[in-house]
């Protein structure tokens, strides 16, 4: 469950300003009963001022006022009317605890998805062409110690931009009218 903006404060301004029970307000606020208890005796959070949760459109006073006639009943958070922040455009940052796995990540591009274009390979990656091409003919620096894994479980990339860009070069190929090739099979320990 979503939880509102400030728990606390939160808390305190519908303990001073409302009739809602204790554990209508730490249902809502993802606190204990005991604690909303103790914020209402004064023993916890002195000094918080609270926040109003009407005001800053996380509840309506009708919802309040319905769940005051009902003991039962639980609050409900508004939809937040906030866009989710999409990732911009262009250059990728890794962090440089990652980069080194970086060429590992591109092998397992080029070994199970051939028709991802190096273009694509590298905004996936943020990688230039000239590195997936030493990967690709093993002669980057590192060649001996690349083994091909996947970026999404070394977090380079999101599973939900791996596949946009397949569906994409996939689509590239049906229009080309060459064939498309089939999804790769997931890898098993041989060793077990």
Same mark, same amino acid.
């Given at each position: 469950m979503t939880l509102p903006l400030m728990p606390k404060?939160?808390?305190?301004?519908?303990?001073?300003?409302?009739?809602?029970?204790?554990?209508?307000?730490?249902?809502?606020?993802?606190?204990?009963?005991?604690?909303?208890?103790?914020?209402?005796?004064?023993?916890?959070?002195?000094?918080?001022?609270?926040?109003d949760p009407v005001a800053?459109?996380?509840?309506?006073?009708?919802?309040i006022h319905r769940c005051e006639a009902d003991p039962e009943t639980r609050l409900k958070l508004l939809p937040t009317a906030n866009p989710l922040p999409? *990732?911009?455009?262009? @250059?990728?940052?890794? %962090?440089?605890?990652?980069?080194?796995?970086?060429?590992?990540?591109?092998?397992f591009l080029l070994r199970h998805y051939p028709q991802l274009s190096e273009a694509q390979i590298?905004?996936?990656?943020?990688?230039?062409?000239?590195?997936?091409?030493?990967?690709r003919n093993r002669t980057h620096w590192n060649s001996p110690n690349i083994k091909p894994r996947d970026p999404v479980i070394l977090g380079l990339c999101s599973q939900t931009d791996l596949?946009?860009?397949?569906?994409?070069?996939?689509?590239?190929?049906? *229009?080309?009218?060459? @064939?498309?090739?089939? %999804?790769?099979?997931p890898e098993t320990d041989e060793a077990a």
């Open positions: 404060a939160t808390a305190v301004w519908l303990i001073e300003k409302t009739a809602l029970t204790f554990t209508q307000i730490a249902d809502f606020c993802g606190m204990h009963p005991l604690e909303v208890q103790a914020i209402a005796d004064g023993e916890v959070a002195q000094g918080i001022v609270g926040y800053n459109s996380q509840l309506t006073l009708a919802e999409k *990732r911009s455009k262009g @250059a990728r940052y890794t %962090p440089v605890a990652k980069r080194n796995d970086r060429p590992d990540g591109i092998a590298g905004k996936l990656m943020g990688t230039t062409k000239d590195t997936i091409e030493k990967v596949n946009a860009m397949v569906t994409q070069a996939n689509e590239r190929l049906e *229009r080309e009218g060459r @064939a498309v090739p089939p %999804p790769p099979m």
